[in-house]
């Protein structure tokens, strides 16, 4: 079965330095890695995913993540945290379903609230 | 449509009724997914669609719980019976393909509050 675990329930962090979001995850086979931010009352929206090649990721909103297969890792980055992008991000792991002519069955983590502060 | 389309936002039932969820998918995409989010949790698999067909339905809770999509774009979820744990943001996310690759796109959700 594959998980993801997001080992941090909230992270504050001040304007202007630079966030991490931590997550790890559990796979049997390549890992498919995706990070969603939800906005209250909106719903989820992609930020980045690893599929293959290089092990940095480039997202939307300047956001990166590094995928670290040695130490199952896919943390969130910013290198300067505004205010705007406290919310709730979640990561997530694909599985590739066989059955039914094949699909991707996603697993996602309990989220982390990050808090911008002014 | 432009995104993915849920209706309604929120749904305040009483213990015991019936609801309908409504999912407009992005226009041409085949896959269409439906999610639970829990107060506190990330999103939880229900049920997946190819087309009109559901082909995984895994995740449903149980037998109250039922999802169709009689022409391949709109879905409904249809919980019977409802009772106060059903209390959650139902989420639906469609997919042009089901390619890894393509990722999902998600609705706003509907909130539904059973009292």
């Known amino acids: 079965a594959q998980s993801v675990a997001q080992p941090e329930d909230q992270v504050n962090v001040a304007e202007g330095n630079p966030l991490t979001v931590k997550c790890t995850y559990s796979?049997?086979?390549?890992?498919?890695l995706f990070w969603y931010v939800q906005y209250p009352n909106r719903g989820l929206q992609f930020l980045l995913k690893?599929?293959?090649?290089?092990?940095l990721v480039k997202g939307s909103y300047g956001f990166e993540a590094e995928f670290n297969k040695s130490q199952t890792s896919f943390h969130l980055k910013k290198p300067s945290a505004l205010v705007s992008d406290s919310a709730l991000y979640f990561c997530a792991v694909i599985r590739w379903e066989q059955n039914s002519g094949g699909y991707q069955k996603v697993t996602f983590g309990i989220g982390t609230k990050l808090q911008v502060i002014p | 449509g432009a995104g993915v389309s849920q209706t309604p936002s929120n749904k305040v039932t009483e213990k015991g009724k019936y609801v309908e969820l409504r999912c407009d998918p992005i226009s041409g995409h085949t896959a269409l997914y439906w999610y639970r989010q829990s107060l506190g949790q990330g999103p939880e698999f229900l049920i997946y669609?190819?087309?009109?067909?559901?082909?995984?339905d895994s995740g449903l809770p149980n037998d109250r719980f039922f999802a169709v999509r009689p022409e391949g774009s709109v879905s409904t979820l249809k919980i019977q019976r409802t009772e106060r744990g059903d209390s959650a943001v139902y989420l639906c996310?469609?997919?042009?393909?089901?390619?890894?690759?393509?990722?999902?796109?998600f609705g706003s959700g509907t909130r539904l509050t059973v009292v």
């Open positions: 690893y599929i293959t090649g290089d092990n």
């Open positions: 796979v049997s086979g390549n890992p498919y």
């Open positions: 669609f190819q087309g009109t067909g559901a082909a995984d």
């Open positions: 996310a469609s997919s042009p393909g089901t390619g890894v690759g393509y990722g999902y796109t």
